[in-house]
T-cell receptor, first 114, second 111 residues
Framework: DVKVTQSSRYLVKRTGEKVFLECVQDMDHENMFWYRQDPGLGLRLIYFSYDVKMKEKGDIPEGYSVSREKKERFSLILESASTNQTSMYLC?????????????FGPGTRLTVT | TQLLEQSPQFLSIQEGENLTVYCNSSSVFSSLQWYRQEPGEGPVLLVTVVTGGEVKKLKRLTFQFGDARKDSSLHITAAQPGDTGLYLCAGGETSYDKVIFGPGTSLSVIP
């Protein structure tokens, strides 16, 4: 079974703090993704990576950065957390090629910024 | 820009009833996926449909891909409380292996 794990299920941070969210997958997937999910707005892509050290901006990259130093690990960084970044953060991974659209998600991190 | 719409947005039914939820687009997709997300958890992939007109069954769940590959439906027979969750459809974009997600149908099955 594919396993995608995220470093925290719940996180509370203060405005202005630097926040690290980490995601690890064990299926040797090339692609990894970070989404945020908000009521009424659905899943929105923040960043994705299709290879080590490669990254592409998604639909809402402002205020975020990412790092992929190893194939199995993809980190999302909030440089200076703000209250409008309170959200559910979901990591996903997939193969490249014909099955690339089948994404496997982690359990999510519920981040609250106060 | 490819978009996916889902209907209904919310659905509350009694245990044992049948239901159908819909996923529609004006664009053609190479494939469509259906996911179920339980409260506080990440989405879980249920099925992928690839061929126009394709029908796939997963126990009490039946998935159909439209002939023109622009729409899909999910039919649940004899719904159970364990079916409660957010049902998301998703389709592949043409570049970079990105996926477009619909807004979801929130299903509540009352015992």
């Amino acid at each position: 079974d594919v396993k995608v794990t995220q470093s925290s299920r719940y996180l509370v941070k203060r405005t202005g703090e630097k926040v690290f969210l980490e995601c690890v997958q064990d299926m040797d997937h090339e692609n990894m993704f970070w989404y945020r999910q908000d009521p009424g707005l659905g899943l929105r892509l923040i960043y994705f990576s299709y290879d080590v050290k490669m990254k592409e901006k998604g639909d809402i990259p402002e205020g975020y950065s990412v790092s992929r130093e190893k194939k199995e690990r993809f980190s999302l960084i909030l440089e200076s957390a703000s209250t409008n970044q309170t959200s559910m953060y979901l990591c996903a991974s997939s193969f490249r090629g014909p099955r690339s659209y089948e994404q496997y998600f982690g359990p999510g991190t519920r981040l609250t910024v106060t | 820009t490819q978009l996916l719409e889902q209907s209904p947005q919310f659905l509350s039914i009694q245990e044992g009833e049948n239901l159908t939820v819909y996923c529609n687009s004006s664009s053609v997709f190479s494939s469509l996926q259906w996911y179920r997300q339980e409260p506080g958890e990440g989405p879980v992939l249920l099925v992928t449909v690839v061929t126009g007109g394709e029908v796939k069954k997963l126990k009490r769940l039946t998935f159909q891909f439209g002939d023109a590959r622009k729409d899909s439906s999910l039919h649940i027979t004899a719904a159970q409380p364990g079916d409660t969750g957010l049902y998301l459809c998703a389709g592949g974009e043409t570049s970079y292996d990105k996926v477009i997600f619909g807004p979801g149908t929130s299903l509540s099955v009352i015992p």
